[in-house]
C-alpha cells in the first residue's frame, strides 16, 4: 500500500531587495506539484482498477484525452490472467505550471505463473485540472521495454505446463508453441532438480520488430535468434519474472526439432535462473541449455556443431573457450554459432567424464561463488578435480576428437 501523505501547498512570495532586481529580477519560486506520496496515490488506485477489470475506475483517474487509448489498452489485457499489479513511484518532477512528470518501476504477475514481477521502468504525465491530478501518458522510460498488451489484442493459450501470449499470431501456432512449451518442461526436469516452478511463459509478439521492442533493443539484433528468455541473474523468489519471447519469424523458418530445441533450451535457462550469476561465464550458462536441448535427441556432434566443425577440418580450431563477448546478438553469425557449438561441447565432455550430476554441481558451483574472479578455478577444483588449463586442454582434445 503507498504511503498517505497530503498534496503538495502552493505558495508564492516577492523578492524584497531591490538590489536583487537591479542584478537579475526577482527569481521565481520553485513550482509547487504532486507530492510523491500523492502521485503513488493515484497509481495505486489504477494499478487495483486494472487488477479488479473495474474500467470506470481505470479511466477515473485519466485525462479525457487519454481515455480513447485507455480503453483500447484496458480491452487487450481482457484475456492475460493478471495475479498483481504495481507501480513503485521511484521521482516526481514538476514539467512546468500545472504539470509534472513521474518516474516508476511497473511490475505485474500472470496469476499462476510468476512468483515474482516482471518489471520495467516507466514515464508517467501528470497535469492538474480543478486542483486535481490526472494522469495524461503511461510509455517505457528511455531504453525500457513496452508490454505486449500496447501491441494489440492479447490471446492467450493456456498448456499443461506453460501460458502462451500472443499478438497478431494464429491461435493454431500459439497451440504449438504451448505444446512444444509442455514437452520442454519435463525435459528439463529431467537434467536439473533445481528449485524452480516448472512451468513457463512465452510471449509472442507479431514480427521481430515488436519483439525488439518487447526487449527494449533494436530489432537488428534478434533477426536470426529465434527466442530469448529475459530475467535477473541470481533472482531469488522473488526476482522479476522470466519470460521466453519467441521471434515469430526466425521461429516460423525452423522445423519440428529445431523448434523443441529452442523451447527446451530457453526453458532450461529459466529453470537455472536462480545459479546463473554474473559469475557464470555465458559458455557455460549457454553450452549447458544446448546439452539439455539436445540430450537424448540423437544428434551427432557433427549435425549439432556444423560451424566449429568446419573450424576444425579447416585447422582453425578455437584455442581457448569463447569469451561473454563472443555470445553478442547481432554480429558474425558463423562466430555465433561457433561460441554456441563451443559452450556444448564443453558440457558434453563434463556429462561424459564426470557424469551428468557432477555437470549439474559444477553449474552450481560455478554460479554459487561470489564473484567472477575465480568462480571458474575454484568448481573446476572442487567438483571435477581439474584446473582451468587441463580443462581447455581436455576439451581442446574433445572438439578434434568428435568434429575432426
Known amino acids: 500500500m503507498a504511503d498517505q501523505g497530503s498534496g503538495a501547498v502552493r505558495g508564492g512570495g516577492a523578492c524584497l531587495l531591490a538590489a536583487l532586481l537591479a542584478l537579475g529580477g526577482c527569481a521565481a519560486p520553485p513550482e509547487s506539484g504532486p507530492a510523491h506520496d500523492e502521485v503513488q496515490e493515484l497509481l495505486d488506485r489504477h494499478a487495483e482498477a486494472l487488477l479488479d477489470r473495474d474500467e470506470p475506475g481505470y479511466l477515473a483517474d485519466l485525462d479525457p484525452a487519454l481515455a480513447p487509448a485507455a480503453r483500447t489498452e484496458f480491452d487487450r489485457l481482457a484475456e492475460v490472467p493478471l495475479g498483481g499489479v504495481r507501480y513503485r513511484v521511484t521521482d516526481v518532477d514538476m514539467a512546468g505550471e500545472g504539470r509534472a512528470t513521474a518516474t516508476a518501476e511497473l511490475g505485474y504477475r500472470i496469476k499462476g505463473y510468476d512468483s515474482g514481477p516482471s518489471t520495467t521502468e516507466r514515464v508517467i504525465g501528470l497535469t492538474e485540472r480543478d486542483g486535481r491530478w490526472y494522469v495524461t501518458a503511461d510509455r517505457p522510460a528511455e531504453g525500457a521495454p513496452e508490454q505486449l498488451w500496447q501491441q494489440g489484442r492479447v490471446e492467450t493459450v493456456t498448456g499443461a505446463r506453460s501460458l502462451v ?15 512444444a512449451a509442455d514437452r520442454a518442461v519435463p525435459a528439463v526436469g529431467e537434467a536439473w532438480d533445481g528449485n524452480w516452478a516448472g512451468r513457463i511463459v512465452v510471449l509472442v509478439p507479431e514480427s521481430v520488430d515488436a519483439m525488439g521492442r518487447l526487449l527494449g533493443g533494436p530489432a537488428a539484433s534478434y533477426r536470426g535468434i529465434a527466442a530469448v528468455t529475459t530475467g535477473q541473474l541470481g533472482g531469488g523468489p522473488k ?22 530445441l529452442v523451447l527446451t533450451h530457453e526453458t532450461t535457462h529459466v529453470a537455472t535462473r536462480v545459479q546463473t550469476t554474473r559469475a557464470t561465464p555465458v559458455w557455460l550458462s549457454e553450452g549447458f541449455a544446448d546439452h539439455v536441448a539436445y540430450r537424448d535427441s540423437g544428434r551427432t556432434p557433427a549435425q549439432a556443431a556444423p560451424e566449429l566443425r568446419r573450424a576444425v577440418r579447416a585447422g582453425d580450431a578455437p584455442a581457448a573457450l569463447p569469451e561473454d563477448g563472443a555470445f553478442a546478438f547481432g554480429g558474425d553469425a558463423d562466430a555465433l554459432a561457433r561460441a554456441y557449438e563451443s559452450g556444448w561441447l564443453a558440457c558434453e565432455m563434463v556429462a561424459d567424464r564426470w557424469g551428468e550430476e557432477e555437470l549439474a554441481a559444477f553449474y552450481r558451483a560455478v554460479g554459487a561463488h561470489p564473484a567472477r574472479e575465480g568462480a571458474l578455478e575454484k568448481a573446476l577444483h572442487d567438483v571435477l578435480g581439474t584446473t582451468p588449463e587441463r580443462f581447455t586442454a581436455d576439451w581442446r582434445s574433445y572438439v578434434r576428437d568428435r568434429l575432426g
Open 239 to 260: 526476482a522479476p519474472a522470466d519470460r521466453v519471447i519467441v521471434n515469430p519469424d526466425a521461429y516460423g523458418t525452423l522445423g519440428p526439432f529445431g523448434r523443441q
Open 165 to 179: 501470449l500472443g499478438v497478431g499470431q494464429s491461435t493454431e501456432r500459439l497451440r504449438e508453441i504451448a505444446a
